[in-house]
Every structure is written in C-alpha cells, then in structure tokens.
C-alpha cells in the first residue's frame, strides 16, 4: 500500500520557474526523504528531513515538514529543462530490524525550455 | 551513478515461465533491497536482504523469491509469471545499521519486465 501520496501527479511548468509538490502520509515517521526518478530509471536520492525538523535546503531544492498536518513540501527554485522528472516522497519503516521505504505516486514534473 | 548494476535492463517472458532479476550492489554495502514499479505507480518493497538471509517482506507471494552472495551481489527470482508481473524491477544497496541514520538508499537503474 501507498504511505504517501504526493500532489500534483502532474505539473508543467516554463524554465526559471518554482516548482512545487506535496506530500501527504498516514503514519508516524521518523524522518521523510524525496527521490528523483528520470524516465523509467533509477531513482536518485535528493533530501532527507528528520521529524524534529521543519524545513531543510539543498541547493535549488528546499523541502518542508509539518507533522501535525503529515505532509511535506518539496519546492524546486530556478527550474531547468534537467530537472524534469518524477518525483516520489518516502517513508521508512519505524521499528523492526529492516529498512525499507514506503513510495507514494509521485509527480510528474515536466519544465519546458 | 550510484554504483549499484542490475542485469538484465530489459527482458520479455511469457506467462507461467520463471525469471531471474541481478543486481550488484555498492562497494561495501551488505544490505540489498527489491521494489517493484509498476508503471505509474511509485516502487512498492519486495523484501530485503541482509547477511544472506531474507530480512523483511513486503505484500508479495512466495513465487517471489531471492538469494544473496557472499559478495553481497543478489537475485531476484520469480516463478510462474503472470502478466501483473510487468514491471520496472529496481534493486537498492544500504549499509545495514546506516541507512537507518542516514536515510538514503542507492537504486540501480532497474530491469524492466515485460510479461506477454
């Protein structure tokens, strides 16, 4: 099952443009990550929040936790043609001595040149 | 490139035969994990494995099965394929004890399962 559910599925938007997309999920966690995904390929890690934070900045990318509301935001400034891709929102599982991610839809983010 | 392989990219079976997925993972990661993307969809986990042994299951029948080598390196085998088998099939690599800290895994770029 889906933990996260990310919003828009799509979004299209001009070069230099922001880029915003959120993530809704159901449980508790300990910390939300997002990942990228060009085209039917691997996906890239980008970000890591932990759950005592609120807001985070990687370069062109800024990401946004509020636990209360379990959602996040991922804002992407100065987008570029490069930067179309999917992006997917995950979850780890808390507890237990595996790790794995729980995936959302994703967004479909295409920037056009 | 995150260092993680997987073999084969692209392979086309027909329903009810077997397949086996490959993967290599990172240099000194002991930790391999398995999703599947259906297309449109985000990866769900197949199961994971730790030390050779299968260390967490996702919602997946026993038709999905796999090993892991000493050197780390895995496979994912599947039985009696069925056509909802079609899918990106991406293998990741962790640190076991790490990954929990850091949080990131490393996917390879996926074999893509197409089942007629």
């Known amino acids: 099952s889906q933990q996260g559910e990310e919003d828009p599925q799509a979004l299209s938007i001009q070069e230099g443009e922001n880029a915003t997309m959120n993530c809704s999920y159901k449980?508790?966690?300990?910390?939300l990550q997002w990942y990228r995904q060009n085209s039917g390929r691997g996906l890239v890690h980008l970000i890591l929040?932990?759950?005592?934070?609120r807001e985070k900045h990687s370069g062109r990318l800024r990401v946004t936790l509020d636990t209360s509301k379990k959602s996040s935001s991922l804002l992407i400034t100065a987008s570029r043609a490069a930067d179309t891709a999917s992006y997917f929102c995950a979850t780890p599982q808390i507890g237990g001595s595996n790790y794995k991610l729980t995936f959302g839809k994703g967004t479909l983010l295409t920037v056009n040149p | 490139e995150t260092g993680v392989t997987q073999s084969p990219t692209h392979l086309i079976k027909t329903r009810g035969q077997q397949v086996t997925l490959r993967c290599s993972s990172q240099?000194?990661?002991?930790?391999v994990s398995w999703y599947q993307q259906a297309l449109g969809q985000g990866p769900q986990f197949i199961f994971q494995?730790?030390?050779?042994?299968?260390?967490g299951r996702g919602n997946f029948p026993p038709r999905f099965s796999g090993l892991q080598f000493p050197n780390y390196s895995s496979e994912l085998n599947v039985n009696a394929l069925e056509l909802d088998d079609s899918a990106l099939y991406l293998c990741a690599s962790s640190l076991a004890g790490i990954a929990g800290v850091t949080g990131e895994l490393f996917f390879g770029e996926g074999s893509r399962l197409t089942v007629l």
């Open positions: 494995y730790y030390r050779e042994e299968e260390n």
């Open positions: 929040i932990r759950s005592n934070e």
């Open positions: 449980t508790s966690i300990n910390n």
């Open positions: 240099s000194g990661h002991n930790t």
